[in-house]
């Protein structure tokens, strides 16, 4: 069972990784400190399901991490 959950955590934490450094390609440094040109945008499309997919992840990782912990 530990295997099983160490190699689901791994993968998980890769394609989170992976996802997160997707998703950061349009925003510089300056945006995260309220620089720049603020203007609200909606996600669409293929950034949506990305953004989706993240909290997806996110919360099978913490899921994971828990079942680890108790195991």
Known sequence: ??????????T???L???LILIQGKDEGFSASGGGGG???S??????????ITTIILATLF????????FV
Request: glycine share 2%; hydrophobic share 55%.
């Open 16 to 18: 989170l990784t992976l």
């Open 42 to 51: 909606t996600k669409r499309g293929p950034e949506k399901v990305i953004f």
């Open 1 to 10: 069972m530990e295997k099983i959950l160490i190699i689901t955590q791994v």
């Open 62 to 69: 913490l899921i994971n991490a828990l079942m680890f912990a």
């Open 38 to 40: 603020s203007f609200q």
């Open 12 to 14: 998980i934490s890769i």
